[in-house]
């Protein structure tokens, strides 16, 4: 697999916009462009194999399931994950000859996207500095009450930023990734010590992405129960997630059921206090 100028030019214009916490309010930018799953789609279309775009894009969104970035604090950076990891991954997988159904690949994915993910960081604060220069201009042109002025510091200045810490890194990272995958999977063989290490560790990133999950969401030990049923679907009954969730829009359903009967006996004691008690007023009158 190749990349050529015209493809990497569209992979860096991506990444510029996945970097936009607000394009088009929350509907695009990082909140959708950013994911992933998203980008996997995206990057396939663009060098043209959809189908392992969107496998890699799986692998390595399980990884960043839970990504967040307390007050700006962010320890890797999705963009780089999904517009530099995932054409490397890519190509990588290509190169190798790897079933992109298998662990390998998913393990080469997830190691190469989270390895990207972590470089990216640098590129995050490095936009975030650039950008405190626009800042600067624009408390400036309000002391003056150049109003007019203050749309450039929030649509057109933060361009440059991103063409500097996202354009530029993506187009020569992604058009230069074949030579670099080469030199890498020559230096580094299937079989060797280093290479074992990092299958190895990308096979227990997706654990961190479920544990940050997991942390976030699990308020009582008996929610585990819900996770665990969807472990023991997959891996007994050998469900995808499509059945998974089919099975458990089934039970939700039960679920609510059972609570609407809870509910009711309540309301009718309710209802009998009320008309006993006017009963008990209309013959005290």
């Given at each position: ?118 470089l ?43 063409i ?114 006017d ?7």
């Open positions: 697999m190749v990349i050529n100028v015209f493809q990497a030019a569209l992979l860096g214009l991506f990444a510029c916009l996945a970097s936009m916490p607000g394009l088009g309010g929350t509907s695009i930018g990082n909140y959708t462009l950013g994911r992933p799953l998203v980008a996997g789609l995206i990057v396939g279309i663009i060098l043209g194999d959809m189908t392992l775009g969107i496998i890699v894009g799986m692998a390595i969104q399980v990884v960043y399931i839970a990504l967040v970035t307390p007050g700006g604090t962010v320890s890797a950076d999705v963009r780089a994950a999904c517009y530099i990891g995932i054409p490397l991954a890519m190509m990588a997988v290509k190169a190798q000859g790897l079933d992109p159904n298998s662990a390998d690949a998913a393990a080469l994915a997830t190691t190469l996207g989270a390895t990207c993910g972590t990216g960081a640098i590129l995050f604060y490095g936009t975030a500095t650039i950008n405190l220069a626009w800042q600067g201009m624009g408390w400036k042109w309000l002391e003056k009450g150049d109003t007019h002025k203050l749309y450039l510091v929030d649509m057109v200045l933060p361009w440059i930023s991103h500097v810490c996202s354009f530029i890194p993506t187009f020569v990272i992604v058009y230069f990734g074949q030579d670099m995958v080469s030199f890498i999977m020559n230096s580094l063989p299937m079989d060797g010590l280093p290479m074992k290490t990092l299958f190895a560790l990308g096979s227990l990133l997706p654990c961190v992405g479920i544990a940050i999950l997991l942390k976030q969401v699990i308020a009582k030990p008996t929610d585990f129960l819900t996770f665990f049923f969807g472990f023991t679907l997959a891996a007994v009954m050998g469900c995808n997630l499509i059945a998974a969730s089919a099975i458990a829009c089934f039970f939700a359903l039960i679920n609510f059921q059972i609570s609407t009967l809870k509910n009711r006996p309540v309301v009718a004691a309710a209802s009998g206090e009320l008309t006993s008690a009963d008990e007023e209309e013959e005290d009158i």
